[in-house]
């Protein structure tokens, strides 16, 4: 299990109670189970277990947003995968 994945399956069921959790830097932080930080459609729980950031609505920075890259079955962390009309 990568990293990533062993994070959100540590964090998601944290999240999805609302439970205080501790980031990578030590802050404590109580977030309520729909939050979303980066006010895209998905909450900060969904990002944690897809592994994209829930502090930014495009995680790979390629111009797409995390939403509309799924809408159209392209990675949200893949800066080569590009969204196409019809997709």
Same mark, same amino acid.
């Given at each position: 299990?990568?990293? =990533?994945?062993? +994070?959100? @399956?540590?964090?998601?069921?944290?999240?999805?109670?609302? $439970?205080?959790? *501790? /980031?990578? @830097?030590?802050?404590?932080? *109580?977030?309520?189970?729909?939050?979303?930080? !980066?006010?895209?459609?998905? &909450?900060? =729980? %969904?990002?944690?277990?897809?592994? &994209?950031?829930? &502090? +930014?609505?495009?995680? /790979?920075? !390629?111009?797409?947003? /995390? $939403?509309? %890259?799924? =809408? $159209?079955?392209?990675?949200?962390? /893949? *800066?080569?995968? +590009?969204?196409?009309?019809? =997709?």
């Amino acid at each position: 299990m990568s990293a =990533a994945n062993l +994070r959100a @399956a540590v964090l998601l069921p944290l999240a999805l109670v609302g $439970c205080s959790q *501790t /980031d990578d @830097a030590g802050a404590r932080s *109580t977030k309520a189970p729909g939050a979303n930080a !980066d006010g895209d459609c998905l &909450t900060d =729980a %969904e990002e944690l277990a897809r592994g &994209t950031d829930p &502090t +930014r609505n495009d995680s /790979d920075g !390629d111009g797409v947003s /995390d $939403c509309d %890259e799924l =809408a $159209c079955v392209s990675d949200p962390l /893949d *800066t080569g995968e +590009r969204c196409y009309a019809g =997709a």
